[in-house]
Structure formats: C-alpha cells, structure tokens
C-alpha cells in the first residue's frame, strides 16, 4: 500500500505530467496536464483508476494546454489550482497555443479552475496530504504541492536539478523565486524527491550542495 507515481512527459517541451494514484481507493490525480490528454486518459482507464483531480502548479501553457480536453473526457473532473494570481495566463491560453502551433502546440481555449489554491492550504489523495506553497517568480501565481509523509515534491518551474525556473517573462521575479526556494523548499528535509516539471527529479540535499544559482 503506498503512493504509487509515473512521470509522463508530455508537449513538445516534454513536461512531466505527473500521475499519482492511491492503491487502496484507486483514486488518481494528474498534475500539469499540459497536452496529450487523449494519451493521459487512456493511461488512467489502463490502470482501472478513478481521477479525482487535476492539480495545476502555474499556468503556462506546457502544464495547462490539455486541461480543457481532460475535463471534457473526464466528464468535468475538477481543476485546483493554480494560485489566482496566474489568472492572467489562463485567459491568455487561447493566443499561447496559437502563437506555438508552429512549435507543435494543440489549440486550447481558456478557462477558469475549479478551485484557486493560497499558501497554507491543502489538498487530498486517500489518505496522503499535500501542502500548497505558493512560490511566485517563475510566474505570479506558482504554487507546489508537498508531500510530508511521503518525502514528495511536485514542484513545478520552480526548482530543477542543479537549475531553477525562468524568470525572463512578464511578470515574474528573479528575486521572489530565490528567495522562495531558500526560505520554503531549502527548509524541507534533504531527502524530499522533488518532481520538477522538466528533465531528471532531483532532492532537496542535492539542490542545496549543488544548485549554481541558490545553494542552501
Ligand atoms: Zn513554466
Ligand atoms: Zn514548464
């Protein structure tokens, strides 16, 4: 009985969507659904898994992009987060797919979440507990799900293996990220797998000794 978890990398900027599913209930939940939803769906139905939600951690269009055609396969299955402040992504999601059709990007109409998610709160697998923490920088309204008992970050464009997320974008803050990375995910324990949303996981310890641009 554990938490089970398969990284799908999905969009042509292979984004690590993230299935996580709960052996005794069968619930599943899929983070950054960015594209590919067909593919994701199948992938669920495969394993005889109920999705229960969608988890957004910001809203460029690599995590999002697939989101409309998930809730429309999934009969409505609710979308939570990302933090409001990424709003302004969201609505601009049909001129992004648009803009990177010639990057092989699906068309995505915009759309509201379910539910925005805040510092502080927390969201629910069976019985595993994620923590939201919202990390601005990356984008405004960026937030990463924790996982205490089973040492599990899904961490989004926040934090990669010995790298951190862009903050070459409208809106986002180089020093809001850093800061970010120091004070809330380098205060976590070392040996927390952190899932980012490109390339190789890594931990927090490593980040810490290693990362070039934050170290702990
Ligand atoms: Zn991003
Ligand atoms: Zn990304």
Redesign the pocket.
Known sequence: MALNIQIIPVTP?A?NCTLLWDDETHEAVLT?T?GEAEYLWQLVQDKGLKLKEIWLT?G?L??VGGVVKMRELSNNVPVIGPHEEDLFLLEDLPNKTREYAPQGFEFSPSFLPTRWLNEGEQVHLGKYVFDIMHIPGHTPGHIVFYCASEKLLIG??VLFKESV?RTDFPRSSTEDLLHGIKTKLYTLPDDVLVIA??RDPTTIGHEKQHNPYVRG
């Open positions: 900027y984004q950054d960015g910001h460029h690599d995590h989004g464009d997320g949303g490109h």
